[in-house]
């Protein structure tokens, strides 16, 4: 078997991050050196208990977890309890973590791990606001010609957003981050809304989750189950969306999406549309392509993937 991927998940866990968690670390073909937690979902106190939790629920207390930052680069932070629950983990009971946090900062983490490894080593998969990679790319330029690639959930285009109508929740959390990120020339390969609302939950999908009978399968039931009443009652659909798993998936099976090479930049000033990702799919400017923009997924492929991963843990 060929060497694992190196990656370093940056993640603001929320039940979606809970199951792509889940996802990289039953995934031997991934290497994960660390996860560094931001403050998105909710705060950044919970964030990092949650990362933590998943770890051990997945029998993975070795993995290091570092705490990020606290709020955006600019703005105030906005958070999504209303979606995730006061914790961000609601439905399940999951027990407070006994795993240590690590004394590094997380931006510090992402900086030494870049700069210890071989250009083009490591992939940055970020679930949740940019904030971290951001804070890493300004304080060390050097690090971006060293990212293999980003893989991102963030952003929307012929979706639209689901913070506002215009804007998708991580990039509108700090869209000066993901400003920073998209012109920082870092390979990226972005998993939209456009994608992730194909990716649905349906009651029969949860129930394949907890037919594993297993204690992963049965919390992450109760995770989508919890996640998926927002959404179902926002859009009137059969199940919510599954953004961030879309991430990991992309990296074990890529022939899953697809999509096209084109610009994406970001709205950071105007009040009704900040955050937006303004995506040229039709290529109408002469912006530089910055981004390989998904916009479908094999979805029935996608949920086989999740079952049959989460059964490993």
Known sequence: ???????????????????????????????VLGITAVAGNV???????????????????????????????????????????????????????TMPLQHAHAVDF?????????????????????????????????IAPRVKEIVMMGGGFFEGGNITPAAEFNIYVDPHAADVVFRSGIPIVMMPLDVTHKALTTATRIAAFRDLGTRVGAVTAELLEFFERFDEE?????????????????????????????????ETASPLTRGMTVIDWWRITDRPVNAHVMRD?????????????LARL
Do not use: W
């Open 43 to 97: 705060p950044l106190a919970l964030t990092v208990k949650n990362a933590r939790k998943v770890c051990e629920l997945a029998v993975r207390p070795h993995v290091a977890v570092y705490a990020g930052a606290t709020r955006p680069m600019v703005n105030e932070l906005v958070t999504a309890e209303h979606v995730h629950g006061r914790t961000g983990l609601g439905g399940p009971d999951l027990p407070d973590p």
């Open 110 to 142: 992402v900086i030494d791990a870049l700069m210890a490894h071989d250009p083009g080593e490591i992939t940055l998969c970020t679930l949740g606001p940019l904030t971290n990679v951001a804070l890493a790319l300004v304080r060390e330029p050097r």
């Open 234 to 266: 926002k859009y009137g659909s059969d199940g919510g969306p599954l953004h961030d798993p879309c991430v990991i998936a992309y990296l074990l099976r890529p022939e899953l999406f697809r999509g096209r090479r084109c610009n994406v930049s970001v």
């Open 1 to 31: 078997m060929a060497q694992p991927r190196k990656i370093i998940i940056d993640t603001d866990p929320g039940q979606d991050d809970a199951v792509a968690i889940l996802l990289a670390l039953a995934s031997p073909e991934l290497e």
């Open 297 to 309: 997924i094999d979805h029935e492929a996608f949920f086989e993937l999740l079952v049959e991963r």
